[in-house]
């Protein structure tokens, strides 16, 4: 797995795929203080610092999130302020797609509001990432049901204009080795193609049975990242620009 070159990809759209998305399509949910843009809570943990975090941006996201809650930090790469405690830090993975065989899929339904008990059902049991209440909102979900009942489904995420995060790719451990997952993958990725847009995608960089899929139907990396949370402190006044020492990535 190649990495890109770094000038390639500098300053791109997808460096902070969150707050294009809430600052683009996904305008309509974004929770907003200061600089700082965050997902209702139902809906998706992902949330956006602006580019350069100032004191006073880390403070907007302290007082957004309230003392002691636990805040991602998908893809900082910085230092937390003194007070934050790390509490996860996951070398991750984006793909792009580039010349995915992306076909709908005849099996596959649209899933809706209705669906969602049966979703976090199968999300419990598959551990594909995080699936709120009303994540369904944020775009298309397509499922594959056997005898009435959900055993694989895909859907789309984040939005940064011209294009679609594909998530929630999950199938019954019951069901695995059948392909469920490339078919619902190659179906979500034709509704977002018929949009004009582009599907990518986020993984664990240990994940490399997804990874292998992921190239093997066109995807490539485009960067390495990381799936970072930190714990905002008990006492907001302890939140300081000047940072701790503890690197967050």
């Known amino acids: 797995m190649s990495v890109p070159n770094a000038r390639e990809d500098a300053a791109h759209i997808l460096d902070n795929p969150a ?10 949910f974004a929770e907003r203080r ?17 580019d350069d975090p100032g004191a006073d941006d880390w403070a907007d996201l302290a007082a957004l999130a309230g003392p002691g809650a636990e805040v991602p930090l998908p893809g ?3 230092e937390l302020p003194a007070g934050w405690e790390p509490t996860m830090n996951i070398a991750g993975v984006q793909l792009v797609d580039e010349g995915m065989d992306a076909v709908p899929e005849p099996a596959a339904v649209r899933l809706g509001p209705a669906d969602v008990p049966e979703i976090l059902d199968l999300v419990e049991r598959t551990r594909p990432g995080p699936f709120l209440p009303r994540t369904i909102e944020l775009g298309t979900y397509l499922g594959i049901r056997r005898d009435g009942r959900l055993i694989a489904m895909a859907g789309e995420r984040l939005h940064p204009p011209g294009w679609t995060e594909i998530s929630a790719v999950c199938t019954d451990p019951a069901y695995r080795g059948e ?3 490339t078919r619902l993958i190659r179906a979500v990725a034709h509704g977002i193609r018929e949009r004009g847009e582009t ?8 994940n490399t049975t997804a990874i292998r899929l992921y190239e093997s139907l066109g995807f490539r990396l485009r960067r390495r990242t990381a799936f970072v949370a930190a714990r905002v402190p008990e006492q907001l006044g302890q939140s300081s620009a000047e940072p701790a020492g503890v690197p967050a990535l």
């Open 179 to 181: 392909g469920l997952a």
């Open 34 to 50: 200061g600089r700082v843009l965050r997902y209702p809570v139902d809906v998706s943990p992902w949330l956006a610092l602006p």
């Open 199 to 206: 599907p990518f995608l986020h993984t664990g960089a240990e």
């Open 19 to 28: 707050r294009a998305s809430l600052t683009g399509p996904h305008a309509r």
């Open 76 to 78: 900082y790469r910085g």
